[in-house]
């Protein structure tokens, strides 16, 4: 992970729409600047989120919310 990607090439990876990435973003309070993640960015999401599918896997695995609406 070496270049900066947009937010929607991101919500690719983890299979979901750039509004679902959002929203997880949201929920868990982080924020970025206007503009292409950075590395360091992607890591930090990557972190909090777990590694996405391999491509062409499918969606998000696992993926757990401690704020689960009911």
Same mark, same amino acid.
């Given at each position: 992970? #070496?270049?900066? $990607? /947009? &937010?929607?090439?991101?919500? #690719?990876?983890?299979? %979901? *729409? &750039? @509004?679902?990435?959002?929203?997880? +973003? @949201?929920? $868990? $309070? !982080? *924020?970025?600047? =206007? =503009? +292409?993640?950075?590395? /360091?960015?992607?890591?930090? !999401?990557? #972190?909090?989120? =777990?590694?996405?599918?391999? @491509?062409?896997?499918?969606? %998000?695995? =696992? +993926?757990?919310?401690?704020? @689960?609406? $009911?």
């Amino acid at each position: 992970m #070496d270049k900066a $990607k /947009t &937010r929607q090439q991101l919500a #690719d990876e983890y299979g %979901v *729409n &750039r @509004k679902t990435l959002y929203r997880w +973003l @949201k929920r $868990k $309070k !982080i *924020n970025f600047d =206007g =503009g +292409l993640l950075t590395p /360091t960015e992607q890591t930090m !999401i990557y #972190d909090m989120f =777990g590694a996405p599918a391999k @491509k062409g896997h499918g969606h %998000v695995v =696992g +993926l757990e919310w401690s704020d @689960k609406r $009911k």
